[in-house]
């Protein structure tokens, strides 16, 4: 399988409440909310779409806020997205350090890796969060959410695999998805596709000791990888059946269609559609602005909208 895989589409994390989590990343990252919806395998969760203006593929985190639905709070470790990397531009991270206290934001760390400045931080669900300031990224960042272009995030930067065993989850994305090795440091390998460039870029970390991870509150759920249209997605699907690989059936995602399989080391990774996109339900200018439901949800519009959370942003 080469050449299919034009970058990451989307990461998406299980968060805890619905109004911290959009605090977060509207008014702290600086983020676009550019949509609002249900979770489509439980309406009463919402399902928040963070990125840039157009939501790009790519761009985009994503969120289940499950509080008050029982479920709880995950373990970090092996087989498990255990960070999420944001771009931001070199320079400016000590901007982020100051904002992100003064927001209430626990920043945890500031270090160096591949030679790029990054600082780490936990959101309110307890999610670790990478800011990686980088001059690589010519991407137009979205600054109507009150940060600058001098410090605005430009998209995800690369999620983080934590894996008891690296090699067979670096030789499934080399292999069979089209990866490539572009760099190594001490028990952590970064791959990329379609070009070495944030938005493009998966690290593994080796991790033989760590805790089995488990999902809930708090934790990356899986990361999505976007492709063309449907027809390369079928084809995607059909080599990796071939493969033995257990994949599931195609979902209509409103947005995208989604194939779902899990690579060696656990992680759950998805392949994605970059068509339709956001503004198949909203005008560009007003995503986010409203409650969107798919078309087999809206019957159901009166009963969601009383059991969703109120939010402001
Ligand atoms: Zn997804």
Redesign the pocket.
Known sequence: MRDVIRGL????ATADDAQEDLDCYLKALGMRLVKKTVNFDNHNVYHFYYGDEHGTPGTLM?TFPYKGWGVPVGTHGAGQITATSFSVPGGSLDAWGERLRDMGLAVVDVGERFGDEVMTLHDPSGLVLELVANDDDGRIPWTAGGVGPEMAVRGLHAPILSVRDSEPSVSFLTDILGWEVVEEEEGRTRLAVNGDRPGHRIEILHTPDAPQAVNGLGTV??V?MGVDDEETQLAVREELVGLGVGVTPVRD?QYFR?I?FREPGGVLY?V?TIPPGFAIDEDLGSLGTDLKLPPWEEPYRSEIEKGLAHVVY
């Open positions: 589409h989307h990461l998406t994503t759920h899986h999505a995602r989604s779902y998805e994605a």
